[in-house]
């Protein structure tokens, strides 16, 4: 049986999972310098070691409302091929492991279901897993 790692975040109420293979790093967040005329899910970028990293709103860019940053809002840093981006979310929770068998398939509904992996069910806990192959092609 085959596992992987996932990084549980909340945005909001809910928690959501990337693969953490893609995941280069989680920041605390620091300042966004404004891009101008980028769509709104842009909230700009940031200087990360000497890299130009573009900040996506993780929140508008899947339509749940705004953020609002607090001492547990963290970025994460993704990478995948060349696309380097950082995803702003209201706080991540730990790394897990899971199995394709923990994974029930995303729902059939008029969400734009690309970027969703289905939902993972441990223990007492939801985790909507994201597909970020398929969220960095919407957004580059």
Excluded: C, W
């Excluded at 909340?10 to 300042?31: A, C, M, P, T």
Aim: glycine share 6%; charged share 25%.
């Amino acid at each position: 049986m085959e596992t992987m790692k996932i990084v549980a975040f909340k945005l909001g109420n809910e928690e959501y999972g990337l693969d953490i293979d893609y995941v280069q790093s989680i920041e605390r967040i620091q300042h966004i310098t404004r891009v101008p005329n980028a769509p709104s899910y842009v909230q700009g970028v940031i200087n990360l070691r000497g890299n130009v990293t573009p900040i996506i709103d993780l929140r508008s860019k899947l339509n749940i409302g705004e953020v609002s940053f607090t001492e547990q809002t963290r970025v994460i840093i993704t990478k995948y091929e060349e696309i380097e981006l950082g995803f702003s979310v209201d706080q991540t929770s730990d790394v897990i492991d899971i199995t394709a068998e923990m994974i029930e398939p995303a729902f059939e509904s008029e969400l734009d279901n690309d970027f969703f992996g289905g939902i993972a069910k441990i223990e007492e806990r939801l985790i909507i897993f994201l597909k970020l192959t398929e969220l960095i092609k919407a957004t580059t």
